[in-house]
């Protein structure tokens, strides 16, 4: 997901641009319009991709073993 500091950022900015009354509208209305986009890409956060990213790995590194482990016993039986 976008970070709100970056939607607020940009909202300062367009406000800082702009100082008169329809510049609060129109903040409002660049704030939705880009938190819509934002939100249709279906974005996750850095840290939660990294999560992720450990996860598979792990699991990786198990199915690995445990393929090895498969491949042993039929050598066996």
């Known amino acids: 997901m976008i970070r709100p500091e970056m939607l607020n950022d940009l909202a300062a ?3 800082a641009l702009v100082a008169t009354s329809p510049a609060k509208d129109l903040e409002k209305n660049a704030r939705a319009l880009l938190g819509g986009l934002f939100s249709q890409f279906d974005l996750v956060a850095r ?3 990294e999560v992720q990213v450990t996860l598979l790995e792990k699991a990786e590194q198990r ?3 445990l393929e090895a482990r498969i491949a042993e016993l039929e050598q066996r039986g």
């Open 13 to 15: 900015r367009l406000s």
């Open 47 to 49: 840290e939660e991709f």
């Open 63 to 65: 199915l690995r073993a």
